[in-house]
């Protein structure tokens, strides 16, 4: 049987019957001490999207000792065992400790302790940032972990994601992981998947947050560069959607009742035209009609789409790279009157937000946690602009 395909059915069930989150982890061996869930009730769960899980979740209840609480190891008919734990370290503790835990519990947590704060709504759940290397997805990954998330960095720098998930984790307990993807490349989207249901076994939220820009009169702007920033802003989304929230999907199809979150960065260049920035802004116009397309259909699958649409991030990468940043491309591209230098361009863009900065990390996070905190909103596109752009 395929673990891709069962782990978040699987973790759907269990987060079901607990009431908590869940991280599973994987090995083919064979443990002895483990809890066997069989053929029939497996088939049962994943032959088909939206086939009826309750008998995997009644095979579970069944497993459960009087204090609620289920077994750390389950075993599959095809050989393989499931490890529970309520973090990613407890779920790789209790593999490394196989076969001896047969004594051992993933214990519920506390459903009576009141939240404390907005970022709660993250805390222990398994999330998902694209281009999380470096810039505005490298705040946005460091912001959810401190809110107590587990985070997947994707990044096609592949090294760059390691370095900062291992920074993450200096701290002593595992709250990232690096998975190297190519976002306009199906097949790497789909190995992304692959490695994020191996690892944690689902994903609770998915921050799309890759994108380039490619700056330049529509006289002039080659068409390469137009192809370039339409199939990482616009082709890329769709991608990473198909492919993540199928898993998404899944855990609802194990967890009738679980919620799961879909965010896309995009701009606050979806929201009004940009003067010699048609291609990015296209692009991220076309990603709010996906935004808003994905809300409707997904919805059934207990998915909420969103989008944050951020001002300028100016003293990220995109903005502020001394060779290829928006500053020197719109400073070559001469998009500001009058500008001479680097200096002037950015005092041009700092001086049209009414809150005289431009937009930084924190801004978007809170964002998010509000989206993901709203049970009754989805298909939005939320202005983080300091009143630069304001909805109509």
């Known amino acids: 049987m395929d673990r891709i395909a069962l782990a978040p059915i699987l973790r759907g069930a269990i987060m079901e019957l607990t009431g908590a989150p869940v991280f599973l982890a994987w090995t083919q061996d064979v443990v002895d001490s483990a809890a066997p869930l069989s053929q029939e009730v497996l088939e049962l769960a994943t032959s088909k999207l939206h086939q009826d899980a309750s008998p995997l979740r009644e095979a579970l209840k069944a497993l459960q000792n009087s204090h609620g609480e289920l077994p750390q190891a389950l075993s599959t008919p095809n050989g393989g065992t499931f490890f529970l734990g309520a973090s990613y370290d407890a779920a790789q503790k209790a593999m490394e400790a196989a076969p001896s835990i047969t004594q051992h519990f993933f214990l519920q947590h506390d459903q009576a302790t009141p939240s404390s704060g907005r970022g709660d709504v993250v805390k222990g759940r398994i999330a998902l940032v694209t281009g999380g290397a470096q810039g505005f997805g490298a705040e946005i990954a460091r912001g959810l972990a401190d809110e107590g998330a587990f985070v997947w960095i994707a990044d096609i720098n592949e090294e760059g994601a390691a370095a900062f998930a291992a920074e993450l984790n200096a701290s002593g307990s595992t709250r990232a992981a690096a998975v190297a993807v190519d976002v306009s490349d199906e097949s790497s989207v789909q190995a992304m998947a692959a490695t994020i249901v191996a690892g944690t076994g689902g994903l ?76 990015y802004a296209g692009g ?71 809150m005289g900065r431009g937009c930084y990390g924190p801004d978007v996070l809170r964002a998010i946690l509000y989206c993901v905190e ?7 596109a939320l202005p983080v602009t300091g009143g630069q752009v304001m909805l109509k």
């Open 204 to 279: 609770d939220l998915l921050v799309s947050n890759a994108g380039v820009l490619r700056a330049g009169s529509v006289l002039q702007l080659e068409a390469h560069d137009f192809d370039f920033v339409t199939r990482i802003n616009y082709t890329a989304f769709f991608l990473v959607v198909k492919h993540l929230a199928a898993v998404m999907a899944a855990q609802r199809q194990g967890g009738p009742t679980q919620s799961m979150d879909i965010v896309q960065i995009n701009s606050k260049s979806g929201l009004e035209g940009s003067n010699k920035n048609g291609a």
């Open 284 to 354: 991220k116009f076309g990603g709010l009609g996906l935004v808003q397309s994905f809300a409707l259909e997904l919805v059934e699958h207990g998915i909420k789409v969103n989008a944050i649409c951020p001002g300028n991030f100016f003293d990220g990468p995109l903005w502020s790279h001394p060779e290829n940043g928006l500053f020197v491309q719109y400073l070559r591209a001469g998009k500001v009157p009058g500008a001479q230098t680097v200096a002037d361009v950015k005092a041009f863009y700092e001086a049209k937000v009414p």
């Open 374 to 380: 709203q049970a009754y909103e989805t298909g939005q």
